[in-house]
């Protein structure tokens, strides 16, 4: 696995392994190279980086604490650590990747920016990022989302973003994406700031990148806290950005475990479920090859989780590869073991977990009963948008 697992960063551009890849109509062709271009030429640049590190610390509130979480660490029997992504300006991670795109976007001249979202997280992290720089943006919400994460849509609102309603499909992320990729097409000129490591290149390499913050922090914290690397660490996974954030500096870790938890609604042997990663199969979808959920005859279908931002029934080409290879190995959780975790910690830790990052802790809960390992749990968000309906 040694020499698979070092090459786990793309082995051509925008490729792991076979998946990957940019497969858009040709008017965002020409787009998507020049944005992949720009992206390697300037964001490992000292004054772009500069810029980034700084409002991370000033305006986001990073580093984000390793919190030792002593009651949950007795209770399941194991020593367990939360990186508090859920304590960043916003509520959770997907502001580290909002942030970073949106110095690139500026530094594009854009004068629009899109965005899809599904829990709401990522609106409202986009909607903050272009009131920050006093850019106008529009961003597409499912119908059935906007039901269920109300307190996010009000936030958006406030914050000066147009909502667009989707009707079509099922009215979740998958959805949104489509919308926002059709409106994207007819007005190539926006920037499209999409939020997960999804998508056609360079999406998922660039999200990966600004999302890796969270593990570069972790791998420090840790061994301040402990003097050694943990033995596990754990994120919940919807297109994957959150995970890819804190495991790209372990994956070279050979003795460091990965796991994720993917949302399994009802059950994995259910039709309710997004479980991608352990259901689907190989496909183009929304733009790059990776692993998608479908029906009997190979087309994509639907996906159902309790959770907003893991109801998605595709996948970042990143984590299809690292289950290729072995290097992560990813479980689903159900509607109901997240419920039960969101309680777990909001009892024994005071901590409201955001219903995605509670998949995270339910499935720690369920590894590591009674065996005593040192676990880096990342806990993606808070749970504010989620009280009122658990
Ligand atoms: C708090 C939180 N965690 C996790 C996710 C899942 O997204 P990703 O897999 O890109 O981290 C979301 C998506 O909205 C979210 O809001």
Redesign the pocket.
């Known amino acids: 696995m040694t020499t698979q697992t070092q090459q786990h960063t793309e082995n051509r551009q925008g490729y792991f392994g076979e998946f990957g890849g940019a497969f858009v109509p040709p008017v965002l062709e020409s787009k998507l190279k020049n944005l992949s271009d720009f992206f390697y030429k300037t964001a490992f640049t000292k004054d772009f980086e500069e810029e980034f590190i700084h409002l991370l610390k000033t305006y986001v509130g990073r580093p984000s604490p390793l919190y030792y979480a002593k009651r949950l660490s007795e209770h399941i029997g194991s020593k367990i650590y939360l990186k508090r992504?859920?304590l960043n300006h916003t509520?959770?991670?997907?502001i580290n990747n909002t942030i970073g795109q949106i110095l690139l976007a500026k530094r594009l001249g854009a004068t629009q920016i899109l965005a899809e979202?599904?829990?709401?997280?990522?609106g409202v992290a986009t909607a903050t990022a272009a009131a920050l720089f006093g850019i106008k943006c529009k961003i597409f919400m499912g119908a059935e989302d906007i039901k269920r994460q109300t307190l996010n849509v009000d936030k958006m609102k406030l914050l000066g973003a147009e909502i667009v309603t989707v009707n079509q499909g099922q009215g979740t992320?998958k959805d949104a994406v489509d919308a926002a990729l059709g409106y994207y097409i007819e007005h190539p000129d926006a920037y499209y700031l999409l939020?997960?490591?999804?998508g056609p290149h360079p999406y998922p390499t660039m999200?990966a990148h600004f999302q890796s913050i969270i593990g570069k922090e972790a791998k420090k914290q840790i061994i301040e806290a402990e003097g050694k690397l943990p033995d596990s660490v754990i994120?919940?996974?919807?297109?994957?950005?959150?995970?890819i954030?804190i495991f790209k500096e372990f994956i070279p870790e050979e003795n460091v475990k990965l796991f994720a938890a993917e949302g399994a609604g009802e059950g994995l042997e259910t039709k309710r479920t997004a479980a991608t990663l352990n259901l689907g199969i190989n496909m183009v979808f929304q733009g790059a090859n990776s692993l998608c959920l479908a029906d009997d005859k190979g087309n994509p279908i639907g996906s159902y989780s309790v959770?907003?931002?893991?109801d998605y029934p595709g996948i970042?080409p990143e984590h299809a590869y690292l289950k290729e290879i072995g290097r992560v190995d990813y479980h689903g959780i159900t509607d109901d073991e997240a419920i039960a975790a969101f309680k777990l910690l909001s009892e024994k830790e005071g901590i409201i977990p955001?219903i995605?990052?509670s998949h995270a802790v339910a499935l720690a809960a369920k590894l590591f009963k009674d065996k005593n390992e040192t676990i880096i749990i990342n806990l993606?968000?808070?749970g504010d948008k989620d009280v009122e309906r658990m």
């Open positions: 992504e859920d509520g959770a991670h997907k979202t599904g829990a709401g997280q990522h992320l939020g997960s490591a999804v999200v994120a919940c996974i919807g297109g994957g950005s959150n995970a954030g959770a907003a931002g893991l970042g955001a995605e990052s993606s968000g808070r």
